[in-house]
C-alpha cells in the first residue's frame, strides 16, 4: 500500500468509490420508483387504494436493508482471512447475479426475495473497501479514505439515482435494475485493473471477529446508527410521493429532488471525513442535532417548492456527514475486529433504513399523510442523540474506573477522540 503511487492510489480509490456508486443506486432508486413498482407488482392493491400500494412496496427498501444487516456481520467474520481484493470482486459478482434477479424475476414476492439477496454484500463490501482505502491513505487519514468510498454513495444521489429513475419512469422500472448491474459488473473490472493486492491478516478468526458483539460500545454505537438514520429513511424512503402529493409537483420533478438530496450528500460526506479525522464525537452530535433541524425545515415547509428543495439538500448534508465518523467510532471501540467493526456500521444504518421505510410506511397507511414520516424522522433522530449521549456516558465511567498499571485508578477521564 505504501509504494503505490499517486495516480495508482487515486485510481484504486475511484474505483472503490465506484462500488459505493452502484451499490447507492441499487438501494436508493427504488424509492423514487416505489409509485411505478406498485402499479406493476401490485396492480390490484394500487388500483384500490394507491397509498396502501406505495406503502406495500415500500417492503423492498426493507427487505434490500434487512439483507444488509444480515450479511454485513455474517460475510464480515466468515471472511476475515481472506484476500481483500479477491472478496471484494466476489462480493460485486454476488450484486451483478441478485441485481439481474431483481430485474426479471415476474412477482412482487420473488423480488422481495431478490432485493434481500441483493443486500447481503452490501455491509460487507463498505467494510472491506473502507479498510483498504484508509490503509492506502496512511496514518492519521483514515477518516478520509472511509469518505472517499463512501463519497461514490453520495455522487450516486447526484447522478445515478435521479438518471436511473427517470430511465425508470421512461422504459420501466426493471430497465432500471438493468442499468444498475451493468454498473456492478464496470465495478468489478475497475476493482480488477487498479486495486492492488493485499496480504491477507494470518491472525484472523470468526470467533475474534465475533467478539466484537461482546463489547457493549459496538451495540451502543450501533444502537445509534439504526435510530438516528431512521429518521432519515422514514422521508427519504418516500420522497417520491411527498414531492407528488404534498409539494405538489409532477412525478417528472422527482429525479430533480433526488439530485438536490445527493448533491447535499456529496457536501455532507466530504465535509464528515475531514471533520471525523479532527474530532469523531463532535462530527456525531453536529451530524444528529443537524439532521434534526433539516427534518423540521422539511416537515414545515414541504408544501412549498423552495421548502422542499431546501429540505432535501439538509437531508442529504445531514444524514452523509456523520457516517465516517461513526464507523470510526465503531472501529475504535471494537478493538482488533476492524472488519466485522467497519462491516456492522452498515448494519446498523439499514436497520435504520428498514426502521424507517417500515415505520414510515404505517404511518401513511394509518392516514396520516406523508408528511407524517417527517414527525416520526424528528422521533427517532432525538432518540438517537440520546443513544449518543449514553455511549460516551459509558465511556466516560469505564475510564475513570480502569486501574493505570503505575499511578492506581485514574482520577479524571482521559479526553475522548
Do not use: C
Not at 427534518?295 to 428543495?309: H, K, N, R
Not at 404505517?362 to 414520516?373: E, N, S
Request: glycine share 12%.
Amino acid at each position: 500500500m505504501s509504494q503505490l503511487t499517486p495516480a495508482r492510489r487515486t485510481a484504486a480509490l475511484i474505483s472503490l468509490a465506484l462500488g459505493g456508486f452502484a451499490i447507492g443506486s441499487t438501494e436508493f432508486v427504488a424509492m423514487g420508483l416505489l409509485p411505478n413498482i406498485a402499479q406493476a407488482l401490485l396492480p390490484q392493491q394500487y388500483g384500490l387504494d394507491p397509498d396502501a400500494g406505495i406503502a406495500h412496496a415500500g417492503w423492498l427498501v426493507s427487505a434490500y436493508a434487512l439483507g444488509v444487516v444480515v450479511g454485513a456481520p455474517t460475510i464480515a467474520a466468515m471472511s476475515a482471512r481472506f484476500p481483500r481484493k479477491g472478496l471484494i470482486l466476489v462480493l460485486l459478482v454476488g450484486f451483478v447475479l441478485a441485481t439481474v434477479a431483481s430485474a426479471l424475476l415476474p412477482s412482487f414476492g420473488l423480488v422481495l426475495v431478490a432485493r434481500f439477496v441483493a443486500g447481503l454484500p452490501h455491509g460487507a463490501y463498505f467494510g472491506i473497501a473502507s479498510i483498504v482505502a484508509g490503509d492506502m491513505m496512511g496514518p492519521g487519514k483514515r477518516g478520509k479514505g472511509i469518505a472517499m468510498v463512501l463519497l461514490g454513495l453520495s455522487v450516486a444521489n447526484v447522478v445515478g439515482v435521479p438518471a436511473i429513475t427517470w430511465v425508470g419512469q421512461l422504459a420501466g422500472w426493471r430497465i432500471a435494475y438493468g442499468v444498475v448491474a451493468a454498473l456492478f459488473a464496470l465495478t468489478f473490472l475497475a476493482v480488477a485493473a487498479f486495486v492492488p493486492k493485499s496480504a491477507r491478516d494470518e491472525h484472523a478468526t470468526i470467533g475474534r471477529e465475533l467478539r466484537a458483539f461482546r463489547v457493549p460500545q459496538v451495540w451502543i454505537v450501533m444502537g445509534l446508527g439504526a435510530v438516528g438514520f431512521g429518521g432519515f429513511f422514514a422521508v427519504y424512503s418516500y420522497i417520491s410521493p411527498l414531492v407528488q402529493h404534498v409539494t405538489g409537483m409532477p412525478e417528472s420533478f422527482v429525479p430533480i429532488v433526488l439530485v438536490v438530496v445527493g448533491i447535499g450528500m456529496v457536501v455532507g460526506g466530504i465535509l464528515g471525513g475531514h471533520l471525523a479525522d479532527h474530532s469523531v464525537k463532535r462530527t456525531i452530535y453536529f451530524g444528529m442535532f443537524s439532521l434534526i433541524g433539516a427534518l423540521l425545515i422539511t416537515v414545515l415547509t414541504a408544501q412549498w417548492l423552495w421548502g422542499m428543495l431546501l429540505g432535501a439538500f439538509l437531508l442529504g448534508a445531514t444524514s452523509s456527514a456523520i457516517p465516517p465518523a461513526v464507523q470510526s467510532r465503531l472501529m475504535d471501540v471494537a478493538g482488533d475486529a476492524r472488519t466485522i467493526a467497519a462491516a456492522l456500521n452498515h448494519s446498523a444504518f439499514n436497520i435504520g433504513n428498514s426502521l424507517g421505510a417500515a415505520l414510515g410506511g404505517a404511518v401513511i397507511a394509518a392516514g396520516f399523510g406523508f408528511v407524517a414520516p417527517g414527525w416520526l424522522g424528528i422521533v427517532l433522530a432525538l432518540l438517537g442523540v440520546l443513544v449518543t449521549m449514553v455511549s460516551y456516558s459509558v465511556e466516560r465511567r469505564t475510564t475513570l474506573r480502569s486501574p493505570s498499571p503505575s499511578t492506581g485508578p485514574i482520577t479524571a477521564p482521559v479526553p475522548i477522540h
